[in-house]
């Protein structure tokens, strides 16, 4: 069974940076796999952060366009979102996932990101 697992989040204050990890635990994935992180504030939906396709594309959320940079580490195969000029809206748990197609089957447990003002 594929286990993600991310770390990296903490407190920071607005206007830090911080680099959030996501490794494959255990597990072996397809090939071919993209990745995503999202996000989860207290009372909000789930929602889309960034995203890196297979192909190397990436794609982001408007909130984070500019301040968020998804990569992966092919020798570590660790994929990071680092983010800066970070905001007190920022703050949510973090999720990294990967998958085909835009399609997410595997997630990690999630790591909490909080921005004091």
């Known amino acids: 069974q594929v286990q993600l697992v991310e770390s990296g989040g903490g407190l920071v204050q607005a206007g830090d940076s911080l680099r959030l990890s996501c490794v494959v635990a255990?597990?072996?994935?397809?090939?071919?796999?993209?990745w995503g992180w999202f996000r989860q504030a207290p009372g909000k939906d789930r929602e889309f952060v960034a995203r890196?396709?297979?192909?190397?594309?990436?794609f982001y959320a408007d909130s984070v366009k500019g301040r968020a940079t998804i990569s992966k580490d092919q020798a570590t195969n660790t994929v990071y979102l680092e983010m800066n000029s970070l905001k007190p809206e920022d703050t949510a748990v973090y999720y990294c996932?990967?998958?085909?197609?835009?399609?997410?089957?595997?997630w990690g447990q999630g790591t909490q990101v909080t921005v004091s003002s």
């Open positions: 255990s597990g072996r994935l397809p090939t071919r796999i993209g």
């Open positions: 996932a990967g998958g085909q197609g835009g399609n997410y089957d595997y």
């Open positions: 890196l396709t297979w192909t190397s594309l990436t």
